[in-house]
T-cell receptor, first 114, second 111 residues
Framework: DTAVSQTPKYLVTQMGNDKSIKCEQN?????MYWYKQDSKKFLKIMFS???????INETVPNRFSPKSPDKAHLNLHINSLELGDSAVYFC?????????????FGNGTRLTVT | QKEVEQDPGPLSVPEGAIVSLNCTYS??????FMWYRQYSRKGPELLMY????GNKEDGRFTAQVDKSSKYISLFIRDSQPSDSATYLC???????????FGTGTKLQVIP
């Protein structure tokens, strides 16, 4: 009964490859996010979707493309992977996009690019 | 300058100690202040949420905000080994949910 689940948990791949990370939430939340946490534990927002609509798009290379087929799912596709993409990617959701909606995080996808 | 600054630690304390974790932020537009706890290999989880200056208490945890000096603190009383984790402060201005996180302080409570 995991609330926010991400697959895969670990992803090891070579430079130049294309990969996808999937996220699903069963909390009935309207808003979903992708965050990136680097090796120094700095957690930074990448994207946010509200009811399948993109509402936050931070300065992220266009090799990263989020897709939300429905409000319970938010996937992240990464083209032409680079060494600097190695990080932990967290999916999160919140009840709505209001400021007092707490974020619920998944347990992360650890991406290593070699 | 990062928008939210936090001492990365690590901070080691004996069980039962009072722990003080601190953050400073640069933008006075930030109105909402949060503390998240992150265990190793897990996602962050919300611990405390406060809007105004002053103190907010929840069990052994007290969050304190001083907007005049742009300083936020988390106090943990009677610390337990299960409190060992990384603590992330976070801030938010109005509008969409664009939370800005500090880099986290790693806490170890030694039995």
């Amino acid at each position: 009964d995991t609330a926010v689940s991400q697959t895969p948990k670990y992803l090891v791949t070579q430079m130049g490859n294309d990969k996808s990370i999937k996220c699903e939430q069963n909390l009935g939340h309207d808003t979903m996010y992708w965050y990136k946490q680097d090796s120094k534990k700095f957690l930074k927002i990448m994207f946010s979707y509200n009811n399948k609509e993109l509402i936050i798009n931070e300065t992220v290379p266009n090799r990263f493309s989020p897709k939300s087929p429905d409000k319970a799912h938010l996937n992240l596709h990464i083209n032409s992977l680079e060494l600097g993409d190695s990080a932990v990617y967290f999916c999160a959701s919140s009840p709505d996009r209001g400021v007092q909606s707490p974020l619920h995080f998944g347990n992360g996808t650890r991406l290593t690019v070699t | 300058q990062k928008e939210v600054e936090q001492d990365p630690g690590p901070l080691s304390v004996p069980e039962g100690a009072i722990v003080s974790l601190n953050c400073t932020y640069s933008n006075s537009a930030f109105q909402y202040f949060m503390w998240y706890r992150q265990y190793s290999r897990k996602g962050p989880e919300l611990l405390m949420y406060t809007y105004s200056s002053g103190n907010k208490e929840d069990g052994r945890f007290t969050a304190q905000v001083d907007k005049s000096s742009k300083y936020i603190s988390l106090f943990i009383r009677d610390s337990q080994p299960s409190d060992s984790a990384t603590y992330l402060c976070a801030v938010l201005s109005g509008g969409y949910q664009k939370v800005t996180f500090g880099t986290g302080t790693k806490l170890q409570v030694i039995p």
